[in-house]
């Protein structure tokens, strides 16, 4: 194995970990900048108020992104395989 070959797994990898935490990571930042707006807007500034918001819209959005991130993940990992079956 050479190094552009460990170089385009490890790219790839990157890859994938962005793939699967993105649409996470998106779902919390945007319902955070809805809060802090309303929060802006109404002078309401207490701080447990974005705890149960986040938890629910982070955990919606893994229910419909779920489905996309286990074929990711199954199809590297399969990628993966088959490139450790051809080395050995």
Known sequence: MN??????????????VLQLAGPIMIAGL??????????ALTT??????????????IFVALIIFLP???TTLIEFSQRLF?????IG
């Open 68 to 70: 996309f991130m286990m």
């Open 44 to 57: 309401i500034q207490e701080i447990t108020l974005t705890f149960v918001p986040k938890i629910l819209v």
């Open 3 to 16: 190094e552009a070959a460990v170089l385009e797994i490890g790219r790839s990898a990157i890859w994938v």
């Open 30 to 39: 945007l319902i955070g900048l809805l809060i802090a707006l309303f929060q």
């Open 82 to 86: 088959g490139v450790i079956i051809s």
